[in-house]
Every structure is written in C-alpha cells, then in structure tokens.
C-alpha cells in the first residue's frame, strides 16, 4: 500500500498580502500502489495572477520542486504527476497516475501572489511538523 501524505504550505512573495491562503482538507490519504490518486488544494488570494507551487518532501529530505500552475499556464504534466488550476473554483488539483512505493510523501501546496525567482531559496528552508 502507498501512503501519500498531505500538508499544507503558505509562501508568500515580499509583496504578499495577509489575507493570501492555501488550504488541503485532507491530511492523509492511502491508495494502492499502479492505482492514481488527486490531491485537492484550494487557495485565497488577491491576486488576479497567482503562482502555485507543488513539492513532494520524502522522508528525512527537503522539499523538492514537483511542478508550477499559474493562469497563463494553467495545465502542467510531467510523467506521472500533473496539474490543473482553476481560477473560477480557487483550487488546484495534483494528480499522481500509476502510484509506485517512492510516491509516499509530503506533499506541499505553496502560493505565491507574484512570480519571483528568488522564491526557491525560501521553500529550501521549509519545515513541516
């Protein structure tokens, strides 16, 4: 059985506003392995233009970078793990196809009002409890 474990993230940029949020219902979820699992993250902002960011965080390891969603590029795949934004729901979906053992994890759902490349240097320092 893989376990997929869930968390919740907020990352603002130094322009971000206080009322800016992410949140994911759910804190846990388990799925078979070769089975696919969607996480849910729904997100307050602002911003007409937000950035979200997905990380996986494996156990004893930093958060890695998964993937990006904005308005302009609302849709994002990358071999088993995609994406999708949507603006009129203020929610974004993670969907993990064909679940394998490494897939068990932390996953982090970040927000940022503005794109700013020197974000990722924030998200290094991220500890989740």
Known sequence: MV???LA???ALSDFGHAQDSV???AQETAIQV???ATLHCNFSTSSSLPYIFWY???LTQSPQFLLQVSK???HVHS???SS???MENSQVLLHVQDAKLQDSAVYLCALSPHWCPQLSALYRKVRVL
Do not use: C, D
């Open 8 to 10: 919740a993230l907020l």
């Open 34 to 36: 070769g089975h696919n």
């Open 3 to 5: 376990l997929l474990f």
């Open 56 to 58: 996986q965080q494996r």
């Open 79 to 81: 071999e088993r793990i």
């Open 23 to 25: 949140v994911q219902f």
């Open 72 to 74: 302009f590029k609302p």
């Open 84 to 86: 999708v934004l949507s």
